[in-house]
């Protein structure tokens, strides 16, 4: 079973960037693909980005497309990910999560992280 644990988030204006990593470890990392997802205050949760297991693949949400990348570095065991032009909407905490497939259901995600959290000033 694969840990996961967030860092990156933070404060900053709209229109900035974060970088968020996720690292993994106790599992095979590059067994698994992955995903961050985000909660914002009284919202579900919902998906942001996904990579396959060797990266070749990514899918996003249509809401972030153009601004987000997900990257990840299986030597490394960790996974990213780029926010630029941040608004206010991106507020939430963010979660990365392992899974079997290259999905943006959350239920295909059998292990999550505990979070980090993101927020965005006007």
């Known amino acids: 079973q694969v840990q996961l644990v967030e860092s990156g988030g933070g404060l900053v204006q709209a229109g900035g960037s974060l970088r968020l990593s996720c690292a993994a470890s106790?599992?095979?990392?590059?067994?698994?693909?992955m995903g961050w997802f985000r909660q914002a205050p009284g919202k579900e949760r919902e998906f942001v980005a996904a990579i396959s297991r060797d990266g070749g693949s990514t899918r996003y949400a249509d809401s972030v497309k153009g601004r987000f990348t997900i990257s990840r570095d299986n030597a490394k065991n960790t996974v990213d990910l780029q926010m630029n032009t941040l608004t206010t909407e991106d507020t939430a905490v963010y979660y990365c999560?392992?899974?079997?497939?290259?999905?943006?259901?959350?239920?295909?995600?059998?292990?999550w992280g505990q979070g980090t959290q993101v927020t965005v000033t006007s």
């Open positions: 106790g599992g095979t990392f590059s067994r698994y693909s």
């Open positions: 999560a392992a899974g079997w497939v290259i999905t943006n259901l959350p239920t295909a995600y059998g292990n």
